[in-house]
């Protein structure tokens, strides 16, 4: 069945850097897919919504040019965190539609960010 | 925007026992309202949902119902196992015309059975 993956599935980087983060639909076509940011212990919050081949939809107070979003083709979307900090640590999850008109999401298996 | 509470945040029951989360939602245009499951490290797995046009929705162990006058709507798990132990969150969406929506997440239940 359909399946959505992300990877990495965790990384260590060093605060200023940047670090990319890869969703891909496996075996389906996805022009949209979302974002979510976990932090411990919460639950998933919308960070943004990636859009093929248009600019991406930024919830209010996410940073647009921190949190960069590249929608390139129909079954992956890329997330770049940019001059990371340890606050940016957290789990990132993303999604995307059933396909045919369904209202159903798969989720990926989430990144692990953890920033040093 | 659409505002999703859910309780209890914690549930503990001994294995063989119901649980029952609840959650109500503000916006009355939602119509789309799944339950994922959670397990530490991983990503949500939907274990069932709901659409506004049916009142209750039942898969082996697992049944959702909607009250769609009262907003609200409840999992329930009948006869649990201990590897149900997982965070649950209730989630509702609206159809727009102009595509999906993102969903609204509720804020998670921790449940654990004890064998």
């Known amino acids: 069945g359909a399946v959505v993956s992300q990877h990495p599935s965790w990384v260590i980087c060093k605060s200023g850097t940047s670090v990319k983060i890869e969703c891909r639909s496996l075996?389906?076509?996805?022009?949209?897919m979302f974002w979510y940011r976990q932090f411990p212990k919460q639950s998933l919050m919308l960070m943004a919504t990636s859009n093929e081949g248009s600019k991406a939809t930024y919830e209010q107070g996410v940073e647009k040019d921190k949190f960069l979003i590249n929608h390139a083709s129909l079954t992956l979307s890329t997330l770049t965190v940019t001059s990371a900090h340890p606050e940016d640590s957290s789990f990132y999850i993303c999604?995307?539609?059933?396909?045919?008109?369904?209202?159903?999401?798969?989720f990926g298996p989430g990144t692990r960010l953890t920033v040093t | 925007g659409e505002n999703v509470e859910q309780h209890p945040s914690t549930l503990s029951v001994q294995e063989g026992d119901s649980a029952v989360i609840k959650c109500t939602y503000s916006d009355s245009a939602s119509n789309y309202f799944p339950w994922y499951k959670q397990e530490l490290g991983k990503g949500p797995q939907l274990i069932i949902d709901?659409?506004?046009?049916?009142g209750e929705k039942k898969d082996q162990r697992i049944a959702v119902t909607l009250n769609k006058t009262a907003k609200h709507f409840s999992l329930h798990i009948t006869e649990t196992q201990p590897e149900d132990s997982a965070v649950y969150f209730c989630a509702a969406s609206r159809e727009e015309d102009t595509g999906r929506r993102a969903l609204t997440f509720g804020s998670g239940t921790r449940l654990q059975v004890q064998p």
């Open positions: 075996d389906f076509q996805a022009t949209t």
């Open positions: 999604s995307a539609p059933k396909p045919q008109g369904s209202r159903e999401q798969y």
């Open positions: 709901i659409r506004s046009n049916v």
